[in-house]
Each structure stands twice: as structure tokens, then as C-alpha cells.
């Protein structure tokens, strides 16, 4: 019996099941993955026990000879795989990286804009309901009606009128490139330093799978366990001239003592994905997706955009007449994992929206590939088609586990 085992019986017998979960179940969260084992034993290591608030060779506690050799990898690897002048690995997560570039930048009231949530941007590029949309006067642009592309008419008219100090682009439910380029564009006629939050395709971008928006955006924030692979972090990357004022924001300005377990994390997974290996994944991720979509669609799904460019796929359930919180539902019962989502100019509520929103980083990080892509879109299909049929999707449910047992989870024990 482990440690965990014999103290906490019932938090180990949570973690076996969600083990088991994990290892038996295609889990299409687009945000989700799998970090590799080596990251895992990096995060769960003495390295949790240090505190460390500073920066490398500036440090308010002793003790750093070794913390300071992780976190110079850590900024060293990451500047390297992005091409970047600076690197901060000490955001706790994605939503207070962003919020480190606030305040970098910004006073309560100062204008920012960003992308609406209901048309796949995140709650901290300015959504009311979050501190972003609540401390600064927040102005949302959002996707043409007619495509559901980025409406750039709206953003550069947006932006001239209202001057923003911040133009934030990169998105949470959105199936296309991010054209950095005309984002910048737009940021430099009217002054706007441009944050490219790449979160979600931080290693689309790392492993060339994405367009890079390095050398566009003055300011790239990230999460670091998303298509990158890492441990739960964040990092804001930018140019030498904002180096200060980054780093001054994240600490003292924002947060306390770095997660160093985190740091060491995202040094391993900062190495991996210099590997040809990575690169390979990532282009599995784009063409694992692009198989997907292209039978959902001739099994009769709608996809917003008509289909994508990355590792994610929206789509609008409407054409199947089922509500998108049913099908989500019953996928899962079916062992196939999503999340129901709102579609741009969504007539539903958020808490019941026509969509399902679904991405390919974690199961083609089983090794999965077309032939099993091409299976997956049927049994969606069969299973959206047969929503209150429980035993076909009880029956669809063992597939999909016979399916994963051939294709291990990296770093999930199968007990
Ligand atoms: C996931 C995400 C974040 C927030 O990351 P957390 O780690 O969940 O705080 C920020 N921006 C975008 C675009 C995201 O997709």
C-alpha cells in the first residue's frame, strides 16, 4: 500500500477512480491533455517545500542555490522553444498570468478590449462577470454573423473609437488560425500594446503546428498544461522592453512565492517539446481534428466555421435537434468526454447552449489517428442520434473502452 493508501484511504480511492476514468474514457475537453510522466514527477517533488518569492539571483529567502538552477532552465528552455526575449514562469495559471498583464499595464477604469465570451473568448479578456470586465472598461469584439470568422471591420473600427491600451486576441472556443498580423496591425494604428493569450495553442505554436505570434504581440501570456503538456501554470512571454514591468506585476505586484514543483514542471515539458516527437504531435493534433470534423459533418453535425484549423471543434447541435447540455451527457455515458458550450449568437442560455465544443490533444496523445478519428465521429453520431437509447449507449460505452485499452494514457496507471 502506498503512503497516500494507508493516511488517506478515501482521497487514494478518488485518485485510482479518476485513474481509471482517464484511462478508460476519449476525453475531447479541448483544453485538457495528458502531461507527460515526467512533468508529473517534476510538480510532485521536494521542490514543493521551497519557498522562493523573487526572481533567479534575487531572492527574499535563502536556500535557492538549487531553485534557482530550476527556474533559470525553466525561463531559459522557454525563451528558447518560442524564440522569445523574455520569459516569466511564476504565473500560477492562465487567469492570473492575464492578470499580471493588467496590472502591468492598466488602472482601474483604463480601456482594454478583447474578444466577447459568446464568441470563444475567455472570461479574462474582459468578461463582465470577471475581474477584467469589472475593474477596467472593458470593450468586447466578437465573430461575423454570417461565418462566424473574426469580424476585424469591428475590431479596428472598435479600436479607433475607443483607443484601447491593451487589444487582446487568442480564444478558448475557436476553430481557426489566430492572424496575429492584422491583429497587430490594428494595435499599432492606434496604439494598443497587442497580448496574444495563446493558452490554448501554446503547443500548436511550439511545435509549428500554429502560426507564432512572436515579433507581433508585444505580450504572449499562456497557460503551461494545455496543448503544451505541462504541469497546471501559466507564463508571460515578451519583449526585453516590457521584461520589467512584467516581472514587477507578477511578483510583488500579484502573487507571493513561485510554485517551484510547477516551475521544474514546465522546464520538462519546455524540453520535450524541442523534441521532434513534439512536432510530430502537434501536427497529429491539427490532422486528428481535421479528420474528426470532416465526419461529424457527414454524419450531419453542424461545425461552427465549417470545420478547423487547430485542435478544436465547435459544434452547433441544432440541425440534430438535440440541446447541447443532452448530447454532452449522453456522450459521457458513452465514455466520450466533452463540454457543452455556446455557439456565437447563441439563442439559447449559456447553461443550456446549442453546442458542443470538443478538441483532439489528449486522446491523440494515446497515439490515436485517423482510423480511430473516423470511429469516434460515428459513435458521436450514433450516440447524439440515440440520445435516451441506454443500451446502444452502453454498448458504444465498451467500444470506446476496448479502444482506449490499446492505447495507453501516458502517465495513467491501469489498475
Ligand atoms: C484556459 C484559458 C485561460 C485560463 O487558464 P486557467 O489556467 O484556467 O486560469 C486563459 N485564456 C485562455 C484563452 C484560455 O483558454
Redesign the pocket.
Known sequence: MSELQQMDPEIADLITKEEARQHRTMRLIP?ENYAWPAVMEACGSVLNNKYSEGYTGKRYYEGQEFIDGVESLAVSRVKQLFGVDHANVQPY???PA?LAVYFAFCKPGDTVMGMGLPSGG?L?HGWKVSISGSYFNAVQYGVRESDHRIDFDQVASLAREHKPKLLFC???AYPREIEFARFAEIAREVGAILVA?I??ISGLIAGGAHQSPVGLAEVISS?TH?TLRGP?G?MILCDEKHQKAIDKSVFPGLQGGPHNGTTAGIAVAAKLAMTPEFKQYAANVVSNAKVLAARLEERGFALITGGTDNHLVLMDLTPKGVPGKVAAQALDRAGIVTNYNSIPFDPRKPFDPSGVRIGTPAITARGMGAAEMQQLGDWMADVVDNVTDEAKIAGIAAEVKALCDKFPAPGVPVS
Open positions: 483544453s495559471s492562465g487567469s492575464n475567455h479574462t487568442g480564444a478558448t493569450d493558452a490554448h497557460t494545455k497546471r501559466g
